[in-house]
Each structure stands twice: as C-alpha cells, then as structure tokens.
C-alpha cells in the first residue's frame, strides 16, 4: 500500500486508500526528508462538501460537472460502500469469523462493497481485464495463510476520526492518477485546490481501486511520471 523510494534525507511516498491517509498525515508534519507524495485516492473534498455527501445532501449548487460527479460518487461511497471501513473503525476484533472460516473470509474479500463486488465479479462473468481468477484466489489464500485479516482491518480502528476523503491540507508536492472505476474520480480543479502543489496530474484509460493489483504496468509508469521532477531534482531514486 505504500513505498518509499529513495534514501538517506531523501523520501517520496506512494499511498493507496488508508496508505494514502497516512502518507498525507506524514507530509503536514514537516519531515525535510519527504520530497512529495502520490495517490490514485486522493483526499480532495473540502469540509463542506465532505460533510454534505455524508449526510446524502443532494450536490452543492455551484460544483463543475466533474465535480458533481465526484461528488455524487463519494456519496454512493457513504452510503453503500464504506460499511466496513465503519466496522473495522469501531469494533474490528469482532470480525474474527473471518479469521477462522476460509469461505468467511473469501465472502468478505469478494462483497465487502458494493463497487469493489462490480468491478471484481467481472472475472468470474468471462471479462479478462485487469485480475483474473487466480488473482483473486491467491489474494484470499495469502491472507489466510498469513493469518492477517484482523490485523489489516485494525488499521482503520487506529486512523479512525481522521477522516477518510476530506483534504488534509498538504502543500509538498503531490502527484495524482485518476483511474476511472477508482471510487471517485478526482477532478483536476479539486485536486489543485487540495494540493497547491500538484506536480503531476493524469487520467488513465482503464482501472480501478485496486490499480496496484490489477493494471500494474500503469501504475508503474504513473509512478516513474508523477516522481520524475523530484528524481531530476534530488537524483535519490536510481533507474530499474
């Protein structure tokens, strides 16, 4: 979830989804040595408009057209797709079920919400793109094997209150990717707003929320890209 890349004084961070959270809270505490962060989830929404898609206000008057996509997006998330996040916020010893049952835990990693059960159902209705079935076998596999579904889940009781999408008021740079199925797709205008510093802004063909996983070269080249001005700069990150 996330990397560091580089050494010695020199740091970028990449995060995804609760990695993003930290990796924002890393870059408001003034550490020299972070050069810059990026994210395919960015925290972008102001307060306001945070607040007002989770409690299922219809969308603020005033908002661009990407935007009220992105918000009306980041409200089906409040409303019918962050359960869990909730769940292992508040009380993630009592999913022990899934740590004791292979299926339990199968059921959870295949339809803990409703836009990840889409985008990965594909695979088992003949689409090739991004995972396949083994992909999302041996994703369940490893978790069992290495007994670490609970301890996952109590990263989001130890970020809990943080807030999950709101801007975290990050002015080192920052790089974003925005892949299409991602939960939301981040407008540029709220993305610079979030980031003062934006140094590289991008939106992909194809992908989702588990780009990582399922569209890796992308993600690679996203990486190279979003980081290149820093490497340029510093010279800390060596070619692979």
Do not use: C
């Amino acid at each position: 979830m996330r990397l560091a890349f580089g050494g010695g004084a020199n740091q970028m961070a990449h995060g995804h989804q609760l990695a993003l959270f930290f990796s924002a809270v890393m870059a408001t505490q003034g550490h020299p040595e972070l050069l810059g962060i990026r994210t395919n989830t960015p925290g972008i929404f102001p307060d306001d408009i945070d607040k007002a898609a989770f409690s299922g206000a219809s969308a603020p008057s005033g908002l661009s057209a990407d935007e009220k996509v992105a918000y009306e997006r980041l409200q089906f998330v409040y409303q019918k797709g962050i359960a869990y996040g909730y769940q292992m916020g508040l009380r993630p010893q009592t999913l022990y079920g899934i740590a004791d049952s292979p299926v339990g835990l199968a059921a959870y990693f295949l339809d803990h919400d409703s836009r990840s059960y889409e985008l990965i159902s594909r695979v088992f209705a003949g689409q090739s793109e991004g995972l396949t079935r083994d992909d999302i076998l041996d994703n369940i596999t490893i978790t069992w094997l290495t007994n670490t579904a609970l301890s996952g889940a109590r990263l989001y009781w130890e970020y809990w209150g943080k807030g999950y999408f709101n801007a975290k008021g990050v002015s080192i740079p920052v790089a974003v990717s925005v892949f299409p199925d991602e939960l939301y797709p981040a407008p540029r205008s709220l993305a610079e707003q979030a980031y003062p510093n934006l140094i590289h802004y991008n939106r992909l063909e194809k992908g989702g929320h588990f780009a990582a996983w399922e569209q890796p070269q992308l993600l690679s080249e996203e990486l190279r890209a979003g980081f290149k001005s820093l490497r340029a700069s510093k010279a800390t990150v060596p070619e692979r």
